[in-house]
């Protein structure tokens, strides 16, 4: 295996020299485009969660972080950390499903230090698009080469220069290549949720990249979660930006895997340059990133990271739920509550309440597991989506709420 991806990157990084030749360009945009070129290839058939191709993107990640110098940091010293889940490519069918493990890959740089950085990026897609998928043809296969190749590639940049960079040891490092993240951010969940593996109590911030591939002439990004401590906002406006103009937003819930540990109370920030009219299409390929862009948003957070570097724990602080908002504009009322993703009993499972909407008026409570909303019974959250679309503002109705072994009736008012 070792042997196949040295050649493999040796090949990639030919070709790449060839082809800039008359440009000599950095070592590290090169490597970039190596990264994403070979993780959104046909070869890995849209590294979908629990397959061969996302098998096969994990073994090339682990690969690169072994060739920068990583400690493994998975399960029993390796650099994976596996985990089971059910898939269904049609949700709405109700539960049940394909038993699958997807595979998250760690790597850490030991510095001695008590606290630990995280910094992580999902690599899994869409594969053939039988879920997921604005792709209104026969299946194909998507590659996601910003969503998120390009993540993956500013990950394995990072790791890079951290492992060399003097400016940056007063802090370990964890970098977390997540699977599934696609199909509800369920590897980014398990693994912040595991109390035996994971020491939150040492975490000192977490940094997220999904699709930060495609940064316009306009340089304009977005950062999320600039809520999550008060020294983020700033921070952001104390470093070099290398030209990019920074867009936040202080919400620490959306959708990407930063929300899994802004949900443990660790300060969490999300770096994304913007949707596209490929999201989440077959036309998603590695001709189309800005690979330059790459660089400029990983060079902005590693003047983020040696800024904060010897400055101790950051504070944490509770935002409010605007992408929640966001998700359930769709609908004329919302609850204030965030989904457990990974929960796989019946009914939907509660992994947040938002202070002063409804839910938290009601008296839910995180761990709740809605069973029913007025009349209708829930038993997957399609369902309890299609009980919100029922309802107006101003209307009441009754939640039945399965606490522990009590099962509630909670009055609430939209």
């Known amino acids: ?39 959104s290839s046909d070869l890995l058939e849209g590294r979908e969660a629990g397959t061969k191709g996302e098998r096969m993107a994990a073994d090339y990640i682990a ?13 029993k010293g390796s650099w994976f950390y596996s985990f089971d889940f059910k898939y269904n490519p049609n949700p709405h069918g109700g539960p049940g499903g394909e038993a699958r493990t997807g595979v998250n890959v760690a790597g850490y740089i030991d510095n001695k230090a008590k606290t630990t950085v995280i ?29 998120n190749a390009s993540g993956t590639a500013g990950l394995l940049r990072l790791a890079h220069h951290l492992k060399n960079s003097k400016k940056a040891r ?14 509800g951010l369920i590897g980014s969940k398990v693994f912040a949720s595991d109390s035996l593996f994971f020491d939150k109590k040492k975490a000192n911030y977490m940094l997220n990249m999904d699709m930060i591939g495609r940064l316009n002439e306009e340089k304009v990004m977005v950062v999320s979660g600039t809520g999550t401590s008060p020294v983020w906002k700033e921070t952001l406006a104390a470093i070099p930006n290398g ?54 948003v990983t060079d902005l957070m590693i003047a983020l990271i040696e800024h904060l570097d010897g400055k101790g724990k950051l504070a944490f602080t509770k935002t409010k739920d ?26 939907m499972r509660v992994d947040g309440v938002t202070d002063g909407r409804p839910g938290q008026k009601a008296g839910m409570l995180k ?32 939640l039945k709420v399965k ?7 909670l009055p609430v008012e939209f």
């Open 170 to 183: 007063k802090n370990n490092y964890l970098f977390l290549a997540f699977s599934a993240e696609e199909l």
């Open 403 to 409: 606490r522990g072994e009590q099962v509630l009736e």
């Open 63 to 75: 690969s690169r972080f072994a060739q920068i110098g990583l400690k493994p940091a998975g399960h």
């Open 119 to 147: 910094i992580g990026a999902h690599y899994d897609h869409l594969g053939y698009g039988h879920f997921g998928s604005r792709h209104t043809g026969e299946p194909a296969i998507h590659n996601g080469a910003d969503d």
């Open 322 to 347: 605007e992408e929640e908002g966001r998700r359930a504009a769709s609908f004329k009322v919302s609850l204030g509550v965030m989904p457990d993703y990974v929960y796989d009993g019946e009914g």
């Open 243 to 296: 030209g990019i103009t920074v867009k936040s937003s202080d919400s620490g819930v959306g959708a990407s895997d930063h929300t899994s540990f802004y949900l443990q109370d660790i300060p969490a920030l999300h770096f994304f340059t913007g949707q596209h009219s490929d999201y989440h299409k077959p036309e998603d390929d590695s001709e189309l990133i800005n690979y330059e862009g790459i660089l400029d």
């Open 367 to 398: 761990g709740d597991v809605i069973i029913g909303i007025g009349e209708l019974e829930i038993k997957t959250i399609y369902d309890y989506m299609d009980g919100l679309s029922k309802f107006e503002k101003g209307q009441k109705t009754t």
């Open 1 to 39: 295996m070792k042997r196949h991806f040295t050649l493999l990157l040796f090949a990639l990084s030919l070709l790449f020299a060839l082809r800039t030749a008359a440009q000599p360009a950095r070592p590290e945009l090169q490597q970039a485009q190596v990264d994403v070129v070979y993780l």
